[in-house]
């Protein structure tokens, strides 16, 4: 990597909620480094036919699970669509452009910022959540859990990406 590692692979001996907390941001800084270095271009860059995956389609779509999941279900805040439309549910691994992913690097760190205190405002890990998922009550706990798991999925997904642009590799 080409700055220093700002990632702490702690607190190992906390509480549930610093420890679910920290594990979302860890894998949110964990995709900026990730990405990091990329211009437009290799951004957009698919993995091989016919997937669509890019590292931008990446973000994008964690753009999406960010504001869904912390501001939408967890608050009930009216979020807009970014890239994804009930007409095109894959917009955001499919419509990815050049001209626009640093805008939409940007647009994922700003929902970073808004999920973020979304996440703070929300003490309990175990009564409901404001929203609903498939017709279920859900709440904190599985909301984090479930974005840990998303992270990861796709962080390992833009790991083959990344080796495959510029032979860069790493956790």
Not at 24 to 50: M, N, W, Y
Not at 90 to 95: L, M
């Amino acid at each position: 990597m080409s700055t220093p590692d700002p990632r702490r692979f702690g607190p190992m001996t906390a509480t549930e909620r610093e420890t679910l907390d920290h594990w979302v941001d860890f894998h949110r800084q964990t995709l900026l480094l990730k990405i990091e270095g990329l211009d437009a271009e290799q951004l957009c860059r698919r993995s091989a036919p016919p997937s669509t995956l890019s590292p931008i389609g990446i973000v994008r779509h964690l753009t999406e699970v960010e504001a869904h999941w912390l501001r939408e279900v967890t608050l009930g805040e009216a979020v807009p669509d970014y890239y994804s439309t009930p007409q095109n549910p894959d917009g955001d691994f499919e419509d990815v452009d050049p001209a626009t992913a640093e805008a939409d690097v940007q647009r994922y760190r700003q929902e970073v910022e808004a999920a973020r205190a979304a996440q703070a405002s929300w003490s309990d890990l175990d009564g409901p959540v404001r929203g609903l998922r498939k017709g279920e009550p859900v709440n904190l706990r599985w909301i984090l859990t479930h974005l840990i798991e998303e992270y990861a999925r796709h962080l390992g997904h833009l790991d083959l990406l990344r080796e495959r642009i510029d032979g860069r590799t790493g956790y």
